[in-house]
């Protein structure tokens, strides 16, 4: 069986981290945990910084961002800060930072002016965000989250002005519907240099959640050259089918261009303290942490070619890397 270096755009280690004291990105407990990344030939890891809508949530950010550039210092031997040449070596398991909800710039009340600094502090530890997720589950001042109506607000407008030539992404995996069509036509409209992506999200054809992509979001992300990951998440797969999965994957590669846009975002997440016992378990075991990309990809591959393999593997993260990053 091959083993393909492996990219993937989103976890949350970092949360974990945070929220579990006594917790290490050494350990076992959480499905990106260094032995894992390290035995699944991860070659790239996305670390979120993620933040709730509450009032600690700009501090959370900040304190996110050190546990980053901490882990750089604590696991030299392991982890190293990718760069825009990036590409998969040896040297151990690439990382960049990204946001999972503007929340970790600014709560809803500080002036956003605070978001603009804040952002800076962040990119002076982190070195570089992959890309910004406006919103998570709730609205906050920026937009709508995936559970909520409300579309781009002036306050998020203010942001995309404010990222535009700055290689950083726009993720649109936790907007509402109505905030990913309004960024898309912002974007558009004002010109800017915002690549768009969808770090880790599924399709709503295939599974009917609103997590998950409309095939007009998700074609016009291929169409902006971006790239979506794909979420092992059950709640986004298909609550009983592991196979879903690569229902997803083979329906991403069915959109007009998809086979350069396809990734992997896998979502894992520390489920110790997750309240709802519904999403039990969190994921299928065949999906459970990041060792388990080699089998989905052998799994894959009755369906798709070799090349295909390699782009959702690496290739297509990688070409976006040396496109959008300086
Ligand atoms: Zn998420």
């Not at 009032?55 to 959370?60: D, F, L, V, Y």
């Not at 900040?62 to 980053?68: D, L, T």
């Amino acid at each position: 069986m091959r083993n393909f270096p492996i990219i993937d755009l989103h976890c949350d280690l970092l949360v974990y981290l945070l929220m579990n004291p006594d917790a290490r990105a050494d350990g076992t407990a959480f499905g990106a945990g260094l032995p894992y990344l390290q035995e699944g030939n991860v070659a790239l890891q996305v670390m979120a910084i993620y933040t709730a809508v509450e009032a600690e949530s700009s501090q959370k950010g900040i304190i996110q961002s050190v546990i980053y550039k901490n882990l750089l210092d604590d696991y030299a031997d392991s982890f190293y800060q990718a760069d825009a040449e990036f590409k998969p070596t040896e040297k151990g398991v690439g990382m960049v930072a990204s946001l999972e909800s503007a929340s970790g710039l600014c709560n809803e009340e500080e002036p956003l002016d605070n978001a603009f600094k804040n952002l800076e502090t962040i990119l002076e530890n982190v070195g570089r965000l992959f890309y910004i997720s406006f919103t998570h589950h709730a609205e906050n001042r920026f937009g709508g989250g995936n559970y909520a109506t409300a579309g781009l607000k002036k306050d998020g407008e203010a942001l995309l002005d404010y990222m535009s030539g700055k290689q950083i992404a726009i993720d649109l995996s936790h907007t509402s519907d109505a905030l990913a069509h309004d960024i898309l036509d912002y974007t558009y409209k004002s010109g800017l240099e915002v690549p768009v992506i969808a770090s880790h999200s599924n399709f709503r054809d295939i599974w009917d959640h609103p997590r998950n992509l409309t095939r007009e979001n998700a074609q016009e992300i291929v169409d902006r050259k971006g790239l979506i990951g794909v979420n092992f998440l059950r709640a986004f797969l298909n609550n009983d089918s592991p196979e879903a999965l690569l229902d997803h994957i083979n329906y991403g590669f069915g959109l007009s261009g998809g086979k350069e846009a396809m990734a992997f975002g896998a979502d894992f997440f520390y489920t110790g303290d997750f309240p709802d016992p519904a999403r039990l378990p969190y994921y299928f075991p065949q999906h459970e942490n990041a060792t388990k990309y080699q089998g989905i990809l052998e799994e894959l591959s009755d369906n798709l070619t070799e090349s295909q393999l390699s782009a959702l593997a690496h290739q297509n993260a990688e070409r976006f890397i040396a496109s959008n990053w300086k």
